[in-house]
């Protein structure tokens, strides 16, 4: 099939959006005409290069919702032309000793997600200009139709809107998880999120709901920290050395005991920075991304070990996609889950780069990409 995507040529350039192809699925794949892609900093890391690809060209895009229009052979038969589905950007075999062992954000496929072969049979499934083309997670949701394997697939309520269910294939499900499981956020507990994107936003969402009786929002961005207070935020600060002296206050000394680092970038010296703020025996989750050659990591490893904190990573929010998706989304048609305000601004997919140029500019909670019947 010909159709359109947004292809990466190289670190530093921009999106092209231009002819490509797609091959029909084969067997354990299924064919989905997308509706809309969501447009996360992770893709961004590819472009600078934060993220290091085996080679290029590049599809972009690792969030997005759509429908099935075509199904390979020995599919799961749960699936059904027609479906709503959300695409995941782990997918998770659910044989894997990671798998098994309940841990399926950590699913043995992930190793693969960069390399750009197909799960099914170790080929390609997009090209443009004549080269095999790598699609980010193997997924690739910058353009209208993708060819995927039903690991990726995960089924949505029909009734969910397509505008926000593309967000609960990453940024919010990796934010929400970042509190709920990786932090395990208990009542009463004070909490600081630092960064306040898509990811940021919904661990905030995610303490919120969890009964934190103090939630602290940090950003740089004025307006973010406006949009944190409309989401349960209790206090905000430009920065984690700004919010010390005010936290000593606020919580008679004691200080936060989760703090989660959800920041666009990470840098080594962000550590030592959301330890200060961690209480004793407290926890500090980094669910940003560094660069992957970055080692720089900076703590005060005595305050660390006399203090008893704990530092955790986090993908995916440590949670599960087919079980944490379908959750997400009855939170928000039960209107707990404030998503439809996280969608900032939609472009198509010619608007790509403009639509990352806000996000860099702090503009966006979350921009998402609307597909039309222009584009199929």
Known sequence: MKTKGAILWGTDQPWSVEEIEIGDPVAGEVQIRMETAGMCHSDHHIVTGATPMPGYPVMGGHEGA????????????????????????IPACGRCPACVSGNMALCDLGAGLLMGQAISDGTYRIQARGENVIPMCLLGTFAPYMTVHHTSVVKIDPTIPFEVACLVGCGVPTGFGSSTHVAQVQPGETVVI????????????????????????????PWKREQAQKFGATHTYESMAAAIMPMIDVTEGRMAEKVILTMGEMHGDYIEEGLILTAKAGTLVVTSMGRMDAGDVKMNSFLLSMLQKTVKGCIFGGGNARQDAPRLLALYKAGQLNLDDMVTRSYSLEEINQGYTDMLEGRNLRGIIRYTEADW
Not at 66 to 89: E, M, Q, R, Y
Not at 194 to 217: E, F, N, P, T, Y
């Open 66 to 89: 759509g429908v099935i229009t075509k199904l390979g052979p020995n599919c799961p038969s749960d699936l059904a032309v027609g479906d709503h589905v959300i695409l995941s950007f």
């Open 194 to 221: 630092a960064g306040i994107g898509g990811v940021g936003m919904s661990a905030l969402q995610g303490a919120v709901l969890s009964g934190a009786s103090k939630v602290i929002a940090i950003d740089p961005n």
